[in-house]
């Protein structure tokens, strides 16, 4: 169970509400983690820039850039 539960998208203004969808339409694991951050709008929307410039930036394959998300979860015990 979260200590600090997610914000619903209807309680989000238009901004953070956006950058929430976008992230979900690319990024769909990383919804509930936004959705709390949420509380902090500008946080939120920082982290999503920096999830999408972490993971669709750079020379590293975006493929290997997944599985070592996926491997750094289960060494963590951490659902991804």
């Known amino acids: 169970m979260a200590r600090i ?4 998208p ?3 203004d238009d901004e953070t509400r956006a950058a929430l969808a976008e992230v979900q339409d690319r990024r ?3 919804t509930r983690l936004l959705a709390t951050l949420a509380h902090r709008p500008a946080m ?3 982290l999503a820039a920096h ?4 993971f669709e930036t750079g020379t ?4 290997l850039k997944e599985m070592l ?5 289960q060494i963590n015990d951490c659902g991804y």
Do not use: D, F, W, Y
Not at 69 to 73: D, F, G, I, Q, T
């Open 69 to 73: 998300a996926v491997r750094v979860s």
């Open 10 to 12: 209807e309680a989000m």
């Open 51 to 54: 999830i999408a410039a972490v």
């Open 28 to 30: 769909s694991e990383m």
């Open 5 to 8: 539960e997610p914000v619903p």
């Open 60 to 63: 590293v394959e975006q493929r």
């Open 44 to 46: 939120m929307q920082t």
